[in-house]
């Protein structure tokens, strides 16, 4: 004789598959059972990939915007740093700085025959140093970076080249404000004189008159979005030369530290171990908008999605209703031949997060393909239709990033399982109330 091998299956499992399976006779049923199996699935693949993308924002903001915004930055107050190297030896023996650099910031114009741009911001950098704390010499796409170290060179934004039709080798013109104290030494020398008319236009003139320097491009560098527009660099030596200070003085250093997100706290504690009055900055204030905007859309989404999938599980509710006036009878003969009110509960809780589950597996498969893939497709959509998602003229980056974070997957995929679970309480507590002898007695 042989015997044929039996697994155990509970008696709930058994009655709940044959219950989804006979399901699909019932056109209306099927309908409703199929929607919200699509609908769970829907939110939960379209949840995954929008946190996929949130979370390639971040990283993108983490580790490319921040390579050239400073993490943090301590600037002077009334006085520039009297010995810059003393202070960067300092800070490098400080756990959490990587690495320091000086620098001193400036602003002016640049002009090229009639064309002028105004720069936002030019730095003075070691341009060793800086090498350190940015990885602007990465983005360098015409000249070069060490080029800085000779007399009268800059190196400016693709958007400032662009502007001015400039190119390696070029000579522009600088203006940059005078901060010679031209105001405090005619103060002195006409001290206790009695000032003619002209003599203070003549002084006025001076100090408005602005520092004027032909300088020499030897590098361009493609970052993207306004700092190729706003952002030059020279040497230390030249800036310290424009503003009169000795070779040691700075106005502050750049500081690169461990966690970009604790930024703000290293600065700070940095700031109070020091004997000098400095202003102290980071990321947060100039680049903090775009890391709280990335976090207000993943909580926003995330509600979103969630509200999405609470609607698409309540169709749970409305199928498993009908599922139990379908088989009230089935319910009653269960029930005169002993099943508890447990057992028949848990029936229709199965049957009902069957689409729950097969939703979130679909949906879960389907997102996390998506978001390993999104640049890729969004790419090939973009040459397809012929248009661009992100313009790298306005953002710091001109595509749309992706990293699947696996607790992100882990927690839609629980929050659905969740409300479809939620969605089958009620319904299956009202098949437990069906009384045998109300229905047999009808039949």
Same mark, same amino acid.
């Not at 190196?155 to 502007?163: R, S």
């Given at each position: 004789?042989?015997?044929?091998? &039996?697994?155990? &299956?509970?008696?709930?499992?058994?009655?709940?598959?044959?219950?989804?399976?006979? &399901?699909?006779?019932?056109?209306?049923?099927?309908? +409703?059972?199929?929607?919200?199996?699509?609908?769970?699935?829907?939110?939960?693949?379209?949840?995954?990939?929008?946190?996929?993308?949130?979370?390639?924002?971040?990283?993108?903001?983490?580790?490319?915007?921040?390579?050239?915004?400073?993490?943090?930055?301590?600037?002077?107050?009334?006085?520039?740093?009297?010995?810059?190297?003393?202070?960067?030896?300092?800070?490098?023996?400080?756990?959490?700085? +990587?690495?320091?650099?000086?620098?001193?910031?400036?602003?002016?114009?640049?002009?090229?025959?009639?064309?002028?741009?105004?720069?936002?911001?030019?730095?003075?950098?070691?341009?060793?140093?800086?090498?350190?704390?940015?990885?602007?010499?990465?983005?360098?796409?015409?000249?070069?970076?060490?080029?800085?170290?000779?007399?009268?060179?800059?190196?400016?934004?693709?958007?400032?080249?662009?502007?001015?039709?400039?190119?390696?080798?070029?000579?522009?013109?600088?203006?940059?404000? &005078?901060?010679?104290?031209?105001?405090?030494?005619?103060?002195?020398?006409?001290?206790?004189?009695?000032?003619?008319?002209?003599?203070?236009?003549?002084?006025?003139?001076?100090?408005?008159?602005?520092?004027?320097?032909?300088?020499?491009?030897?590098?361009?560098?493609?970052?993207? *979005?306004? +700092?190729?527009?706003?952002?030059?660099?020279?040497?230390?030596?030249?800036?310290?030369?424009?503003?009169?200070?000795?070779?040691?003085?700075?106005?502050?250093?750049?500081?690169?530290?461990?966690?970009?997100?604790?930024?703000?706290?290293?600065?700070?504690?940095?700031?109070?171990?020091?004997?000098?009055?400095?202003?102290?900055?980071?990321?947060?204030?100039?680049?903090?908008?775009?890391?709280?905007?990335?976090?207000?859309?993943?909580?926003?989404?995330?509600?979103?999605?969630?509200?999405?999938?609470?609607?698409?599980?309540?169709? +749970?509710?409305?199928?498993?209703?009908?599922?139990?006036?379908?088989?009230?009878?089935?319910?009653?003969?269960?029930?005169?031949?002993?099943?508890?009110?447990?057992?028949?509960?848990?029936?229709?809780?199965?049957?009902?997060?069957?689409?729950?589950?097969? *939703?979130?597996?679909?949906?879960?498969?389907? *997102?996390?393909?998506?978001?390993?893939?999104?640049?890729?497709?969004?790419?090939?959509?973009?040459?397809?239709? *012929?248009?661009?998602?992100?313009?790298?003229?306005?953002?710091?980056?001109?595509?749309?990033?992706?990293?699947?974070?696996?607790?992100?997957?882990?927690?839609?995929?629980?929050?659905?399982?969740?409300?479809?679970?939620?969605?089958?309480?009620?319904?299956?507590?009202?098949?437990?109330?069906?009384?045998?002898?109300?229905?047999?007695?009808?039949?």
């Amino acid at each position: 004789m042989i015997k044929t091998a &039996r697994f155990y &299956r509970p008696l709930s499992l058994f009655l709940a598959m044959r219950y989804v399976r006979s &399901r699909q006779g019932n056109g209306f049923s099927s309908f +409703i059972s199929a929607s919200s199996t699509m609908g769970i699935g829907l939110g939960v693949m379209v949840l995954i990939i929008v946190l996929s993308a949130m979370n390639g924002f971040e990283r993108e903001l983490s580790q490319r915007l921040l390579s050239i915004v400073p993490h943090a930055e301590l600037i002077g107050v009334n006085e520039p740093l009297p010995d810059w190297r003393k202070s960067i030896k300092l800070l490098q023996n400080t756990p959490d700085v +990587i690495a320091a650099a000086p620098v001193i910031k400036m602003s002016g114009m640049m002009q090229k025959g009639s064309q002028l741009k105004a720069i936002g911001e030019l730095r003075g950098v070691d341009v060793l140093l800086e090498t350190q704390v940015s990885s602007i010499s990465d983005f360098i796409i015409e000249g070069n970076w060490q080029a800085l170290t000779q007399e009268n060179t800059v190196v400016i934004g693709a958007g400032i080249a662009k502007k001015l039709s400039l190119k390696i080798g070029d000579k522009v013109q600088m203006f940059l404000p &005078r901060t010679d104290g031209l105001l405090s030494k005619g103060g002195q020398q006409q001290s206790g004189q009695a000032q003619s008319k002209g003599q203070r236009q003549s002084i006025q003139q001076q100090i408005r008159a602005p520092m004027i320097r032909s300088m020499k491009v030897v590098g361009i560098f493609k970052f993207g *979005g306004l +700092i190729d527009d706003t952002l030059a660099y020279m040497s230390i030596e030249q800036a310290a030369n424009f503003i009169n200070y000795n070779e040691l003085q700075a106005q502050g250093v750049r500081l690169k530290v461990k966690d970009v997100f604790s930024a703000s706290k290293i600065a700070r504690d940095v700031a109070y171990t020091w004997d000098h009055y400095v202003y102290i900055l980071d990321w947060t204030r100039t680049q903090g908008p775009i890391y709280h905007d990335i976090q207000l859309v993943r909580m926003v989404m995330f509600i979103v999605m969630a509200l999405v999938i609470a609607v698409a599980s309540f169709n +749970i509710v409305s199928t498993l209703i009908m599922a139990v006036n379908d088989k009230k009878s089935d319910i009653a003969i269960l029930k005169t031949m002993g099943a508890s009110r447990s057992l028949v509960m848990v029936t229709f809780m199965i049957q009902g997060l069957v689409n729950g589950v097969i *939703g979130c597996a679909v949906g879960a498969l389907l *997102g996390i393909y998506i978001s390993l893939n999104l640049t890729e497709i969004v790419l090939a959509m973009e040459s397809f239709f *012929g248009t661009s998602v992100l313009s790298g003229d306005v953002y710091f980056i001109d595509f749309i990033p992706t990293y699947l974070h696996q607790p992100d997957v882990v927690v839609t995929v629980t929050t659905a399982l969740i409300m479809s679970l939620c969605a089958t309480l009620y319904p299956a507590w009202q098949a437990t109330k069906i009384e045998p002898a109300q229905v047999l007695g009808q039949v």
